[in-house]
């Protein structure tokens, strides 16, 4: 029985192929155009350039596609329906259906067209149960336990798609033998009778799993057409173009398979039950009187038609409308990296505690990782046959990158407990290029208040600070250690600020930035043991121990379990800061609630400053452009896009177009266009604006 409708189906496809596809790409092609344009250009669901790749940025809701859902004790179901698309597929079908009814297709048409009234309600009743059987097969699942849920939401599932294919006999019912609609559902429900299974597995597993299949393998194999963004993004946009051609040509392939299958099907059904005979087929003969030629422009026609939705969506994302780049390197950024910046030649840098990762250009379409040298820059040692190997010089603690790549760094000096400052400079190589190292601060043998940061200065010198020794074991110091240049012989240290440390695990947390504007030098420290926060710093050269000032008021912690995170930047106009706490809500057992301050200040002291209102974020990092202006990148919420905030003006813009995730790190480029690294479900991502 099976064997014999397929074959049915495959003559009929043999015989009006032509027709058929072409009625089945003028329905669609429309449709899948219209829904690529309002994607792209309707902000719903942004344009971007993902791994060199133009694509529709997929984490965007789009009202072009409708969303049902029903969940229940374990068992859900969600259905997206792209509204364009589904509609071009109701008309592809049903001029497909009076094409192998013998219509010529201009003719297909508009018969169509004149039972459209009565096919389009079927659809929709159609449609219709298809949600209510949804829904039905997961209020069923509660009735069984939780084990058992999961089977009882299949098998409710499998029974509503059979009934579903036996209703679906309706449609030829009304756009071959011109049936209403009720006439058409009783005519279907007669002519399968006795053979509901061996009509709906056929058309579920031919007509729907395997065109299901087939698109999704097409889809997969044009996802590795493009070369993950190792080649240009031109040949990213054709690579990427000519797949999905190939996913829209199986879309009006399977669309002209389903109505071959739906004929067949309802002919055979219809012979069984002793009801009328299928129509009459076409022969080869009068399909068509067309010349050879004629034929073959016809055929370059078609193709072209169906190749319409690849090359306006190619074109439309390789404009970028939205002026955003998605990148998802292979390699991975880290959760929050010591240090980011853009570099002179627009590569993308972030280190962390090991090894620093690289997007090459705007677009990822390169990436890399370098690690750190070996120690004292010292060669590599063979450990085998073909293998070398050496100590590094890692974890780092601190870290800065200067715009010709240039990486500083600050790590504990080994088993003498020196804090240890290097440079080297980060090439497109294994390991970061040796420049040199000094000892800043010598450090007792028992000292574990390892909070430091690094800068580079504008004149190529660092600037360094660190917690030290205090006049007791229950007191420290803020230090400060500057020199004009990287290989320094003996560094200036200044003592900034006496701390309380009721011991030497106990120090509180230490941030510095230097402005590549004006060189002023911004200082941090906040003190876990009295929960204050000290800004301030010194104008260009530091000619003088930098003023701190004690700044706000924050919130107890009385577990002393989490430190709070310091953002700092320097600008000409004095330090912008921000403090970020997690906690619980009092007497709960709730989970951490993530609140950022930002604080600026109008003068490198900070005599004068202004605590900004605390916002509850999910993340937030600060950003300096290239006019000095400090910018505050927050992720309001889990899944909610990122938002830019000036720290001066308090004036909020939404960053368009870059999906959502948590804010790991901001950096202006040269341009000062803004490039963001998010951490999303789908991995770390960079996200870079070009307006």
């Known amino acids: 029985m099976h064997a014999s409708m397929l074959d049915q189906a495959l003559v009929l496809l043999r015989r009006h192929w032509r027709a058929l596809v072409a009625g089945s790409a003028l329905a669609l092609v429309p449709a899948l155009v219209t829904t690529s344009l309002i994607d792209m250009f309707g902000g719903s669901g942004p344009v971007t350039i993902v791994n060199g790749r133009p694509v529709v940025d997929g984490t965007a809701d789009s009202w072009t596609t409708a969303y049902v859902s029903a969940t229940a004790d374990g068992a859900s179901w969600r259905l997206g329906i792209p509204v364009l698309v589904a509609l071009g597929w109701a008309v592809a079908l049903a001029v497909g259906l009076r094409v192998l009814a013998g219509a010529p297709l201009r003719a297909a048409w508009r018969e169509a067209g004149s039972r459209a009234a009565s096919w389009v309600a079927l659809v929709l009743l159609l449609a219709a149960l298809t949600v209510a059987g949804m829904f039905a097969s997961v209020l069923l699942s509660r009735a069984f336990p939780v084990d058992l849920a999961h089977l009882a939401f299949f098998a409710a599932s499998v029974a509503c798609l059979y009934g579903l294919a036996r209703l679906a006999l309706a449609l030829p019912a009304i756009l071959v033998d011109g049936y209403g609609v009720a006439e058409a559902v009783r005519r279907a429900v007669a002519v399968t009778r006795g053979r509901v299974v061996s009509t709906g597995t056929m058309l579920l597993v031919a007509g729907a799993a395997l065109p299901a299949a087939a698109y999704w393998l097409v889809n997969v194999a044009a996802d590795r057409l493009a070369v993950d963004g190792s080649g240009p993004v031109g040949n990213d946009v054709l690579l990427v173009g000519a797949g999905s051609l190939l996913g829209h040509a199986t879309l009006v392939a399977a669309v002209a398979l389903q109505a071959a299958l739906l004929m067949a099907a309802y002919g055979d059904a219809a012979a069984y039950g002793d009801a009328a005979a299928p129509a009459e087929e076409q022969t080869p003969e009068t399909a068509t009187a067309a010349r050879p030629l004629a034929r073959r422009l016809g055929a370059v026609g078609l193709a072209l038609l ?170 420290g110091k803020l230090l400060l250690v500057t020199c004009a240049r990287l290989d320094c012989a003996q560094p200036t240290v200044r003592d900034v600020l006496d701390v309380a440390m009721p011991d030497r695990w106990a120090g509180g947390v230490v941030n510095l930035s230097v402005d590549r504007l004006s060189g002023n030098l911004a200082l941090a420290y906040f003190d876990r043991g009295a929960n204050a926060l000290w800004l301030g710093g010194c104008r260009a050269g ?86 000095g202006v400090a910018f505050l990148v927050t992720s309001p919420a889990p899944g909610e896009r990122p938002v830019l905030l000036n720290a001066r003006t308090g004036a909020l813009s939404p960053l368009a177009g870059a999906g959502t995730g948590t804010v790991v790190a901001a950096a202006f480029d040269a341009d000062g266009h803004l490039r963001v690294v998010l951490n999303r479900p789908d991995g770390a991502t960079l996200v870079s604006w070009a307006g």
């Not at 040298?373 to 190997?389: K, R, T, Y």
């Not at 004690?550 to 912008?576: M, R």
């Open 306 to 475: 169906v190749a319409v939705p690849s090359l306006v969506t190619a074109a439309a994302a390789s404009a970028n409308p939205h002026h955003v780049t998605v990148a998802h390197p292979a390699v991975g950024f880290g959760s929050r990296p010591l240090a980011m910046r853009v570099l002179a030649d627009g590569t993308t840098a972030a280190a962390d505690d090991m090894q620093v990762v690289l997007c090459l250009d705007r677009h990822c379409a390169e990436d890399g990782i370098v690690g750190m040298p070996c120690i004292d820059g010292g060669p590599m040692a063979a450990v085998g046959e073909g293998a070398s190997s050496c100590s590094i010089e890692a974890p780092i603690d601190a870290a800065d990158i200067m715009p010709d790549g240039t990486l500083l760094a600050l790590r504990r000096g080994g088993p003498h407990n020196a804090a240890r400052f290097f440079w080297c400079r980060i090439a497109r190589e294994s390991m970061c290029r040796w420049g040199g190292a000094t000892t800043l601060y010598q450090l007792p043998k028992l000292w574990e208040s390892w909070s430091m940061a690094v800068a580079a200065t504008p004149g190529g010198g660092f600037a360094a600070a660190l917690l030290g020794p205090g006049r007791d074991d229950r007191h």
């Open 542 to 627: 530091c000619a003088h121990t930098p003023d701190l000032t004690k700044v706000g008021d924050w919130p107890t912690d009385e577990s002393n379990e989490s430190s709070p995170v310091i953002d700092l930047a320097a600008t000409p106009t004095g330090p912008v800061a921000t403090v970020t706490l997690r906690s619980a809500p009092e007497g709960t057992d709730d989970a951490e609630v993530t609140t950022t301050t930002v604080v600026g200040c109008d003068d490198p002291g900070c005599a004068s400053s202004r605590v900004g209102e605390t916002l509850t974020q999910a993340s937030a990092r600060l950003a300096v452009d290239n006019a």
